[in-house]
């Protein structure tokens, strides 16, 4: 059943759909990708993980995307990570975040800040493609003209393989990741880091990928890179190599 989260204040409160499954810690957090949302066949995937295993698992849309409020122009890095924020802060115990595209950038983030706060609830991450500074990897994979265009009239409408409506890019956007850009410093997570990537994926190349790796210096890392998959991972052999990554997880923490 879906329940709404109140994130934000006055003019820029906004409903945040939250599904959850009750079970035992560790949680399964799932965060998804640029435009995606928590009923896609990844978010479903580790539903039924959770439910088949007895474990606890959050799911939620970010404002402007699936059943949340909010308008997705107005949808920024620092916005998407505040609703995370909030809706992590109303799990308990220990959990594993699990992000997808973008949703491995928040959840890198949302590690980050953690830290800093002080808690050890992060039982591990599993990011899938995950598109870390995403908004300058947007950036550089816009065409001059675009780039351009971004500029003059604060946004961009960009082709999508997955919609048959094009993705629409903000300079808001392009400028509010600035402030949460993770390349140029390590990466401490306090936690074991499993990355699924496919080597075929055209929208988060598998160089990024490794470019990941490189800054994650101080805690365990596997990666593993599956030659014929694309951007979404989300066949039967993609989804038993996520839930095989959270049963290894879950292993160590036993250990």
Known sequence: MVEFLAVGAGADGRPIAVERRAGRAPGLFWLSGFRSDMTGSKASALDAFGASHGLAVTRFDYSGHGQSGGDFNLGTISRWLEEAIAVLTTTSGPQILVGSSMGGWLALLLARELRRAGSNRIAGLVLIAPATDMTELMLSQMPRRAQKLLGTQGYVEVPSEYSEDPYRINRALIEDGRQHLLFGRAIEIGAPVTILQGARDKDV?????????????????TVTIVPDAEHRMSRPEDLALLERAIEQIIEQKRG
């Open 205 to 221: 190349p598998k160089e990024h990928a490794m470019k990941l790796v490189e800054h994650l210096l101080t805690d365990p890392v």
